[in-house]
């Protein structure tokens, strides 16, 4: 099952040349480091991933709003080296010209020279695109993902409460809550930026192979769902979503999945 979900999201990258498959070792990283509670080498690891900012801020948002000091920190070392870097090369002038080409990227109505669209995006901006049908004008689309991106990401925070102990059980499936609440929060991603899942896929199994007792694991809603998003991604790779992403669906479901099972977690022990 994880295999499956891997295959389409590494095909998608290596066929379109991105960076996005260094993300999955981004969060890995970031997971392994919080796990052995070293929370500022986690923040370093994150800070790695900022060349994907418009995925990795809304995750440090989450340590924002849970008041993960060391975590920030270690963001803003990495972040500062990545600028020094990034001056050094390109200079002032092409650090001035990129933050133009990203105003405007981002007041772009969402008809892109590639083809893509807004629609398409597995997010919480994408989906409202899809179901105003183009009704809604961009000037009011704006707030509104914007105001619905925060609430899913204080919503990720108000859920993390293992933050500080890795230990407690519920850690892994907040963890995967919290990547996730990002994603769907980020304001630019596509399908082939959705690698993190790599991630959260084995975390969710791990979880779901101990809890499935006497029943099969696909008995279990998690792996169900992971191969609900697999097959998704291959359907979307073979013919296209092009008025709809189907895949914010599957994410969401994967969100209400998450938050209905977490509490009870608590009164489990795992091996």
């Known amino acids: 099952i994880w295999l499956a979900t891997c295959f389409p ?12 498959l260094l ?24 800070g790695l991933g900022l060349f994907r900012f418009e995925i990795l801020l809304p995750f440090v948002f989450v340590f924002l709003l849970r008041r993960r000091w060391k975590v920030l920190a270690g963001v803003f070392a990495a972040g500062a080296g990545a600028l020094g870097a990034s001056v050094a090369v390109v200079g002032w002038s092409g650090l001035y010209n990129y933050a133009r080409a990203l105003i405007e990227v981002a007041q772009s ?40 991106s925060l609430l899913l990401l204080v919503c990720a925070a108000w859920k993390f409460g293992s933050i500080a102990e890795p230990e407690r059980p519920a850690f892994d499936l907040q963890f995967s809550f919290a990547v996730i609440a990002a994603l769907l929060a980020s304001y ?7 690698t993190p899942l790599i991630v959260v896929a084995y975390l969710v199994l791990g979880y779901e192979r101990v809890m499935q007792r006497d029943k099969k694991l696909l008995d279990r809603p ?8 697999a097959l998704t991604m291959i359907a979307g790779i073979a013919v296209g979503f092009r008025n709809f ?8 479901g994967f969100l209400v999945w998450l938050w ?12």
């Open 188 to 194: 630019h991603i596509f399908s082939h930026e959705l």
């Open 260 to 271: 209905e099972e977490m509490p009870g977690l608590e009164r489990v022990k795992l091996p």
């Open 109 to 148: 109505s969402g008809k892109w020279s590639s083809g893509l669209e807004v629609v398409t995006m597995p997010s919480l901006r994408g989906a409202l695109s899809a179901f105003s049908g183009g009704a809604i004008p961009h000037s009011w689309l704006f707030p509104v993902a914007i105001s619905g």
């Open 245 to 252: 992403s189907v895949l914010f669906v599957v994410l969401f």
């Open 9 to 20: 999201l590494a095909t998608g990258v290596m066929v379109l040349g991105q960076d996005s």
């Open 23 to 46: 993300l999955p070792l981004v969060f890995l990283l970031a997971y392994l480091a919080m796990k052995r509670r070293r929370e500022f080498a986690a923040g370093l690891a994150l």
């Open 222 to 229: 998690g792996a169900m769902l992971l191969l609900v998003f």
